[in-house]
C-alpha cells in the first residue's frame, strides 16, 4: 500500500470572494516521490503551496497533510515540514548567522547545528560570502542560502517553490542532484517550477495547473507519451507564410498531431513522424512555402506542457 | 554527503520552548551595533544633553533643583517608547524580508510569535531603562531609588513597553509602504514625546490642546508613575495613572492581537 503524505479533494480557493486561485484541485503526494508542480504565473502553484504549508486556510475541499488536517494539527504538520519560499526570506546578519539563528528557531542542539551549518556551507558554495550579510550577496547567492538553510533541521517533506530561480547552471545542478539524494533517504518533495528540463530531470510525478484548475497529473514518461506524442517535429517556414500555411497544416496532418504555432517558427506532435514529415514536404511544395529548417527529436517534458495547457488537459489522441 | 533531511524524529532538539527560541532570535537579530545606537544612545544623548542644558537655564530661574533628577525617570519611561518602536520595527521587517511568512510555516504559531514580539519589547525597555539608570548614577551619583521603587518602576516600564508594541505591531499590521511606516512612527514618537511629563512637568499654563494630549497620552502616565517609583513618592494619583495604563494597554493589545491575526504575512 502506497503511503500518503498529501491528500487534497476539490480544493477551492479565492482571495477576492470573485476568482478563484484554486478551482476544485484533487491530487495525492506519495511518500518519498518528487512531485513537480507546473503552471504558467498566477496559475495557482503558490496558493497551493501557501495551503499545503497552512499559511492559508482553503475556502473549501479537503485537505490533509500526514492524515492531518491542517485547521486543526496545523502547528503538528509544521514541525515536520520544510519550506523555501517563492520570496525571499532573511534575517538580518550575516550568511552564517542566518543559519545560526534558524537552527535555533528550529530547536537544534549547538553542536549539530555547527556541524549541519558548516556541511551545508560547503556543499552550497558559501563560503566566500559566510561572514557577509545576506542581504549584501547575489540573487542566486540567497536563493543558495535559503535553500541550504532549511536542510539545517529534519523534515518529512520538503515545498520548493521555484528554488532554482537566479542560480547558474552548475549549482541549479547540485541542488537537483541534492533533491535525489534526500530523496533516496526517504523525504518527499513537492517542487514548483518554470523550468522544464529540471522538472524533467528531478520530478516523478507532475501535476500541470492552469486558473487554478489541475490539468493533468501523472508519471513523467506517461505524460510524454500521452501529450507529446512519440515525436516532436520542429519547423521553421520563410516569413510571412505563416498564416496560411499553419492552418493548412493543422488540416493536413490530421489526427494524432497537434501543431502550436510561434511566429514563423512551430512544434508539431505527432505519433508517427515519417507519415507527418511526408504531409509537411508536400504541402509545402504545392503551397510554394520555404522550409527554413525542420528536426525531428524526442518529445520533452516542454511539449507536454505546452499542449496540456493550450488544449486544457486534453491528450493527444483526444483532441 | 550524507541525507540532511532526515525524519524530525531523527534529529535531536533542544528542550527551550518555542517562545525562548523566538526571544533569542529576536534579540539576536535586532542587536546589531546602529540599532542598539539608536534605541540606547538616542535616550542617553537627551539626557546628557537635555540633562545638563536645561539644568543650567532651570537652576539660574529656580536656584538649583536638579532637572537631571527630574529627566531621568522620565527618559526611563521613554523606553517603553523606544521598545514599542523594536516590536513594531520586527514584524515591519519579517513581513517585508520574508521572515514571518518563513517562520509562521515553521514550528510556531501566530500567537507565540507575537507574544515573542511583545516580550522581546518588554526586554528591550527594561534592559534600557536599565542603562538609563547606569548612565544618571555615573552623572548624579546616589540615587534616590529603592530597591521597591526599582521594581515598581521596571513593571510599570514592562506595561508601557507591552503598550508601545502593541500601538506599533497595530501600524505595522496595517501598513505596508515603508516611507508611510516610519512617517507615521516619527510622528507617533514626537506626539507621545513632547506631549508628556517626560521632559517638563504639567502644567494649568500649558495651551487647552497641550494639556489634552498630556491627558491621553500613556506616556504621561508611564513618566509620572516611573517617577513615583524613582523617588518613592506614591499618591492616589499615580495609583489612576497606572489602572488607566493597564486598561489602555489591554485596549491596545487587544486591537493589535486583532489586526495581526488577519493581516496577510505575505510579502506581496
Redesign the interface.
Known sequence: MVDLVVEAEDLRHSYDGNRFALDGVSFTVRKGEVFGLLGKNGAGKSTLI?AM???IRPSSGTLRIFGMDPAKD??KI??????V?Q???????TVE?NFD?YG??????RA?RRR?RE??IQ?FGLEEVRRQRS?DISGGQKRRVQVARE?I????I?FLDEPTVGMDVIMRRTLLD?IR??V????TVVFTTHNLEEADYVCDRIAVIDEGKLLVLDEVENLKRLYGGKKTIDLTIDMGSAARFIPALTQGLGPGTSVMPEGDSMVILTDDPKDSLAKILELSQKMGVQLEWISVRKNTLEDVFLRSVDHGGEPLGSA | ?S????????????E?PNIT??I??NI???T?PGSLTILIGLPAMYLVFFGFGFASLQSSASGGSSYLSFLTPGLMGFQAVMAGTVGGGMLW?DRR???L?????????RLQYLLGIMLTSVAFGLAGALVMLGIADLLLGALPVSLIGLGFLLAVIAVGSIFFGSLMLLIAAKIKSNTTYNSIQILVLFLVNFASTVFYPYSSALPAAIRVLFAINPLTYIADAVRAGYFGAYTTTVGYEVLVLCAETVAVLFLAVRAYMRSD????
Open positions: 501557501k504549508t497552512t499559511l496545523g502547528k509544521r514541525a515536520r515540514i520544510g519550506v519560499q520570496g525571499e526570506s532573511f534575517d538580518f546578519t548567522g539563528v535555533v528557531l528550529w530547536g537544534i542542539p549539530e549541519r556541511a551545508l556543499k542581504f536542510f533541521h529534519g523534515m518529512d520538503l541534492s539524494e534526500e533516496k533517504g526517504g523525504l | 554527503m541525507s540532511f533531511a532526515r525524519s524530525i524524529t531523527e534529529v535531536n532538539h533542544l527551550a527560541r523566538l533569542y532570535r539576536k537579530v535586532n546589531d521587517a524580508w520574508g521572515m511568512a518563513q517562520l509562521l510555516v515553521g514550528p510556531f504559531t504575512v505575505s510579502t506581496e
